[in-house]
Structures are given as structure tokens and as C-alpha cells.
């Protein structure tokens, strides 16, 4: 358990976790809520990279994504701006639902787990 860490520890969730060169994200949600769902994604997107780097690892690493809709009519939207984001070829196995968030204003949470770089 030694290569257990956790990053970002608050009372109720850690933002990162690393264990055995893997990298756990929390879900991650858009700091400007007033945003489409568009923005929000991209917002959320800039996020998980800020969360990776921290970690030394980037967005083509990520083992899973899991991302979270409030209204699963904005798959379009949302899928725009994660195909603005992701480097083609490393396109993650991926698993988009619509789900109830935690506040209304939220639009999209995305949840990934990335490989650590090794070095």
C-alpha cells in the first residue's frame, strides 16, 4: 500500500488517487455552471487535464472515461467539445449516461482513470 496517494484530500472526496501507475480522477464538474453544456464540457475537460499533469501523466493516457449528462439530448453538444479535446488516435473506451447530477446548474461530470507515465 506504500504506492497509495491521494491528492486534493477534503472531508468527503479526494481529487486524485494514484496506485500502482493509475491515476483515479473524482468526477469532475464545470466551475462556471452558467455555461452550455458545451462550455461546461470544456470547462470540465481543462480540469482533468490540470488533475493529470499533477500527476504526471495527459489525456492520452486515460484507461476509461465515464461521463455524466443531466439531459442526454445534449450528447451532440457534449461529444463537440470532447472531440475538440481528445488527440486522435487515443480515443479512451468510454461510457456516456444521463444521469441526475448533484446541483441542477450542472450539466456534465466526467470521471476518468488514466495511466502514470512511467519515469
Not at 455552471?33 to 488533475?51: E, R
Not at 492520452?60 to 465515464?66: C, D, F, G, Q, V
Not at 487515443?90 to 444521463?98: I, Q
Amino acid at each position: 500500500m506504500s504506492n497509495l496517494q491521494r491528492f486534493d484530500v477534503g472531508p468527503r472526496i479526494s481529487q486524485i488517487a494514484t496506485h500502482n501507475g493509475v491515476a483515479y480522477l473524482a468526477g469532475q464538474i464545470p466551475s462556471d455552471m452558467s455555461a452550455d453544456v458545451h462550455g461546461q464540457t470544456t470547462q470540465v475537460l481543462n480540469a482533468i487535464d490540470a488533475l493529470l499533469v499533477r500527476v504526471g501523466t495527459d489525456k492520452t493516457h486515460i484507461l476509461r472515461a465515464e461521463i455524466f449528462l443531466a439531459d442526454i439530448s445534449d450528447f451532440a453538444q457534449m461529444n463537440a467539445a470532447w472531440d475538440e479535446w481528445v488527440p486522435a488516435g487515443h480515443a479512451p473506451p468510454r461510457a456516456t449516461v444521463e444521469a441526475r447530477l448533484a446541483m441542477p446548474e450542472i450539466k456534465v461530470e466526467i470521471v476518468v482513470t488514466a495511466a502514470v507515465r512511467a519515469g
